[in-house]
């Protein structure tokens, strides 16, 4: 396998608004093609700088989006007002067959996958980060010390079952995620995913005044609009799926001690995956390697997740 790459580097893609409109761009993760020392063509490489379909609660890691309808997809944004509300403003970025980071072929064929699938945010406001939330006094390094989080935006807010924004997080801000398993295996094209808190679960529902889609939390069956929306694909950086991070560590091109994809190998290995690998991470390496701080860079940034909670 090639050398990792991260984002930055010129590439195409096309992004659909929502008139069903595309247009080219910068930023595709595609498959391309190498050639090896002898001149022979090596494998094709998966780009892991986009993003993927988590597929597990260990891919639950750094940020994240919350995507429903398979075809047509729409997704959960942060406003100014501190009020959330459904975009369909997405980027969606086909793959040319090659399966994302995070698929599994249980779940379905990928190369016949829906768009909900190749979904990537085109504003921040669409984007939340995950935050572990644990009872109990655990490392962070221990991949059981939660099953529970919190959604922050970008500037430090929280997802909130009363619907707004918060800005610090308490007990109606702490959210489950559970996979689904009711859905005919026909119709998963998944995995799907519930979100709850304190017995009440994100929903989309249309609004009384027109076709709009409306975040909302439900309690029960009687809150069940007809053609209530409760079921989401969950979209996260493809560098922190176990799929992406299996083939960072599988990368068997030769490196220097002090090269940054090294660096960041070295750190996932030795902080037993938590690690969470985004361009902020690589942008501190990179200044501190400028400026020959390096190895006091990642003492600080392995000591990130072996502080306890």
């Given at each position: ?6 984002k930055?580097?010129?590439k ?18 595609k498959?391309r ?12 490489i ?25 075809t047509?997809?729409v ?23 090659v399966?994302s ?11 016949k ?29 221990d ?6 989080f ?5 500037d ?21 995620i ?10 998963r ?22 076709s ?15 053609g ?15 799929a992406g991070s299996e ?15 090294n ?12 690690l ?11 200044k501190a ?7 006091e ?13």
């Amino acid at each position: 396998m090639g050398k990792l790459r991260f984002k930055g580097q010129d590439k195409t893609k096309k992004r659909r608004n929502d008139s069903g409109e595309e247009k080219d761009t910068q930023g595709q993760q595609k498959k391309r093609k190498e050639t090896d020392s002898s001149g022979q063509e090596s494998k094709p490489i998966l780009r892991l700088d986009g993003w993927g379909t988590a597929v597990t609660k260990r891919d639950f890691k750094g940020p994240c989006m919350i995507v429903a309808n398979k075809t047509d997809p729409v997704v959960v944004a942060a406003g100014l007002d501190e009020k959330l509300y459904v975009s369909g403003e997405l980027d969606i970025v086909p793959e040319d067959g090659v399966p994302s980071a995070g698929a599994k072929d249980e779940h379905s064929n990928s190369s016949k996958k829906n768009p909900i699938h190749y979904t990537e945010p085109i504003t921040i406001k669409q984007v939340f980060s995950f935050v572990p939330i644990s009872d109990r006094q655990k490392s962070l390094l221990d991949h059981s010390a939660s099953d529970k989080f919190a959604l922050r935006t970008r500037d430090g807010r929280y997802l909130s079952s009363t619907g707004l924004l918060a800005r610090a997080v308490g007990p109606q801000e702490v959210f489950s995620i559970h996979e689904t398993t009711d859905e005919p295996q026909e119709d998963r094209e998944g995995p799907w995913w519930t979100i709850e808190c304190e017995g009440k679960q994100l929903a989309f529902q249309k609004s009384d005044s027109d076709s709009q889609l409306d975040p909302v939390f439900i309690e029960s069956v009687s809150d069940r609009a007809p053609g209530t929306i409760d079921r989401f694909v969950i979209r996260v950086h493809m560098s922190n799926t176990v799929a992406g991070s299996e083939m960072l560590l599988n990368n068997s091109q030769q490196a220097r001690e002090d090269d940054i994809s090294n660096v960041v190998r070295r750190l996932y290995q030795e902080t037993q995956g938590a690690l969470v690998i985004d361009k902020d991470l690589i942008a501190r390496l990179k200044k501190a390697q400028k400026i020959g701080n390096l190895n006091e860079q990642i003492i600080e940034e392995k000591a990130k997740y072996l502080t306890r909670w």
